[in-house]
């Protein structure tokens, strides 16, 4: 442990050393380069002068970065405007389709109430086929009457038949 102190108060005193050395050589420079300031430099390239801009040159300039500026802006707005268009377009298309299912559904519906209803009266009777029928019905009835009463003369004479033969045979016979 002592060693390691000793070894660590050696590093600082030789760093502390180096370091007012290096603040003394600073020191020094910063003396010497005051009056080094003041001469004017005879050694090295001469200073590059700056051209002015002109007048004219500065106008095509500021034209073509407001330009430049201007169409960009316009173009995100363009753009912008065609997302929006094309936005409503997609909506449109997407109710349409909607409807196109709405209407083609009804039209299905239709078409099987259509054949249902084409069955129905190819089964049901017409007008005609009715009253033919009722003619049928009332010749029958008539015929049955007809038969009826025929059946009941016929029963009639017979009774009379009996009764006449009842008499008859009541005169010849006692009891």
Known sequence: MNVSIATSSLRCAHF??????????????LMTTRSLRNDTPSVGAPAVQKKPIGGFRGGIVGFLFGFS??????AYQ????????SAALQASVEELKLS?????TQVRRIQAVEKDLKALSDASASKEDI??????????????????????AHVWGIQQDVH????KNATSFRI
């Open 16 to 29: 502390n050393n180096t370091r007012n050395a290096l603040h003394r050589s600073q020191r020094r420079l």
């Open 69 to 74: 500026l201007a169409s960009s802006f316009a």
């Open 78 to 85: 363009l753009l912008d405007e065609y997302k929006q268009a």
């Open 100 to 104: 196109t299912e709405q209407v083609t």
């Open 131 to 152: 009253s033919r029928v009722r003619a049928e019905m009332k010749k029958l009835y008539d015929g049955l009457n007809v038969e009826f009463l025929d059946l009941k």
């Open 164 to 167: 006449a033969l009842t008499k």
